[in-house]
């Protein structure tokens, strides 16, 4: 009986295993690849070189994603085709298995690879080669490759970024494109002090940095109306002076396992975090936690307005540098990043000879736990180490006073890359002392050239800042940062002889449909050509 089942069960099987292995060729090879013109796509940033070859790469249910097995055994490899697994297969509803192999796969499949010593590409370049019948992404290091994933996940259809699986068909146009970018600084700074952003909003705006291939994330942590990371020698820095926000909210903090989450999360995307802690000036959260800070021996009152230059550490205490010294060990121990940030902006009822004083010891504090530098213009004033970074927002003086000491840049000047600004006059959200910003302004500049005696190797590249006294949730900061932080990610990558504004504005409008399909919440400028595709969300 039993022997007859089976007979019968392999029998009935048979013509089905037929049926479905006819239907897996046909899916997969039956229409022809459609032509596609590799040059025409919409990519943001604009790639260094691109050779189009009119044909096209189609995902199917059967394609696999396989990374060269390392030669260390590391399978930091497999976690990237892990994440663009996660990235494709929402949209897809394709299995999209991850395999370590180690030769190039057969055709219909993805393959990540790591190429020896390509100078040209350096840290973060790649290299895209897609025919008919292979994906291969090959870079000097798994950066490089993070970043390369971000280009194939703009040349399919915008409707890939839907969490809802959408009909395709899943085309990448077929052709080379070799990238690497202009500078190796691109970021963005998020206030968390003036309102303060729980770790997933902080995660998500992660995630839209990543997209547009930026690799350093800026978290201003304290300032007047809010201290936001905890440090355990000085508790009462969160418990009280984390207490509010502007307008008297209840502000917030991150413990220090939540900080180390953010790391972590930017880390596997291969962005730096650089923790700020603002001093001497827009210390009031401190300075309301602790009476010993000030000068007086009186704590403040917490602050809620949006008033700045007010407050200043007592900068001829001893306890004041025992505290930096502090606060800089535990920050210093949570990140992996080269940099801290020590704000040094706006310090007016700081006495130039006192603030001076100030950062110089500062600069050793954070030397000394093996980080560097990196403050607002004004800390060139003092006698900075070469290793430390000036990160350039108004003051062209000191920019110049950087270069001659032989100091990096960051530029951020605040009439084209903060994100706080206006729009325009009509725009509800934001500031405008700086400038009104439309997203031609913001685009329509080169860092290079910006400042009269700063040129592209005083430059580590651009930062794009977003102050959040009038910014209260992510939509806000999604409203005032895109577009045209996606414009800043193009500067800090293309080279400025390959960007044009009257092409930009075209290849932006473009990105509406990515922009709806990620759902964020982007100022639709009148000044773009918006064209809004099926986003796959239907
Ligand atoms: N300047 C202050 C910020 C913020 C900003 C708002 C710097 C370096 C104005 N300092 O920009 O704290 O208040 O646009």
């Not at 080669?129 to 290091?141: D, G, R």
């Not at 690799?215 to 007047?224: E, G, I, K, M």
């Not at 926000?245 to 650089?274: H, K, N, S």
């Not at 110049?400 to 951020?412: F, Y």
Request: glycine share 8%; proline share 6%.
């Amino acid at each position: 009986m039993a022997s007859a089942m089976r007979n019968y069960q392999r029998t009935a099987l048979f013509p089905a295993l037929i049926f479905f292995f006819l239907m897996a060729m046909i899916s997969c090879t039956s229409e022809p690849p459609t032509p596609k013109d590799l040059s025409k796509e919409n990519l943001i940033p604009k790639p260094v070189s691109l050779t189009a070859t009119g044909s096209s790469f189609r995902l199917t249910e059967n394609t696999g994603i396989y990374v060269q097995t390392p030669s260390d055994g590391s399978n930091e490899l497999t976690q990237l085709g892990q994440y663009l697994a996660d990235l494709l297969k929402p949209a897809t509803g394709f299995p999209l298995p991850v395999n370590a192999t180690r030769e190039a796969p057969s055709a219909g499949n993805i393959y990540l690879a790591l190429s020896a010593g390509d100078a040209e590409l350096g840290e973060e370049g790649y290299e895209l080669e897609v025919t008919e019948s292979l994906v291969k992404l090959s870079a000097n290091t798994p950066a490089g490759l993070f970043r390369g994933l971000q280009t194939i996940r703009q040349l399919l259809p915008p409707a890939i970024e839907s969490k809802k699986v959408q009909p395709g068909p899943w085309e990448i146009a077929s052709g080379a494109i070799r990238d690497y970018p202009a500078y190796v600084h691109r970021g963005a700074m998020l206030d968390v002090s003036r309102h303060f952003f729980g770790v997933d909003d902080v995660k998500r705006y992660i995630d839209l940095l990543a997209f547009y291939k930026l690799n350093v994330l800026h978290l201003h942590l304290s300032d007047d109306q809010g201290w936001r990371i905890e440090i355990k020698s000085w508790p009462n820095l969160t418990a009280h002076g984390g207490s509010t926000e502007v307008g008297g909210g209840e502000g917030g903090y991150y413990t220090q396992e939540q900080y180390a989450d953010i790391v972590q999360y930017a880390q596997a995307r291969y962005i730096t975090l650089i923790p700020e802690i603002d001093m001497p000036g827009h210390t009031n959260a401190a300075l309301a936690s602790y009476a010993v800070l000030n000068c007086d021996g009186k704590a403040t009152e917490l602050y809620t307005g949006i008033e700045v230059g007010f407050s200043t550490l007592c900068t001829d205490k001893d306890t004041t540098y025992k505290f930096i010294d502090d606060v800089i060990r535990e920050l210093s121990a949570l990140t992996p990043g080269p940099y801290i940030h020590i704000g040094g902006d706006e310090s007016h009822v700081t006495r130039k000879d006192d603030y001076i004083y100030f950062i110089n010891k500062v600069q050793d504090i954070v030397r000394s736990h093996g980080k560097q530098m990196i403050g607002w213009d004004e800390i060139t004033l003092a006698s900075l180490n070469p290793g430390s970074v000036a990160q350039f927002w108004a003051n062209a003086d000191n920019a110049k006073a950087a270069v001659e000491q032989g100091v990096k840049l960051i530029m951020s000047p605040a009439k084209k890359t903060y994100l706080d600004m206006q729009y325009d006059s009509t725009t509800a959200l934001g500031l405008h002392w700086a400038a009104y910003v439309e997203v031609d302004s913001a685009y329509i500049w080169d860092p290079a050239t910006y400042v009269k005696g700063v040129s592209k190797e005083n430059i580590l590249g651009v930062e794009s800042p977003l102050w959040t006294e009038t910014i209260t949730n992510m939509d806000e900061i999604e409203y005032m940062a895109f577009p045209r932080l996606a414009g800043h990610a193009e500067i800090g990558w293309t080279p400025a002889a390959e960007r044009n504004w009257e092409e930009y504005k075209v290849r932006l409008g473009r990105h509406e449909a990515r922009f709806n399909a990620m759902r964020v919440a982007f100022y639709p400028s009148p000044l773009i050509p918006w064209e809004e595709e099926a986003s796959g969300d239907q």
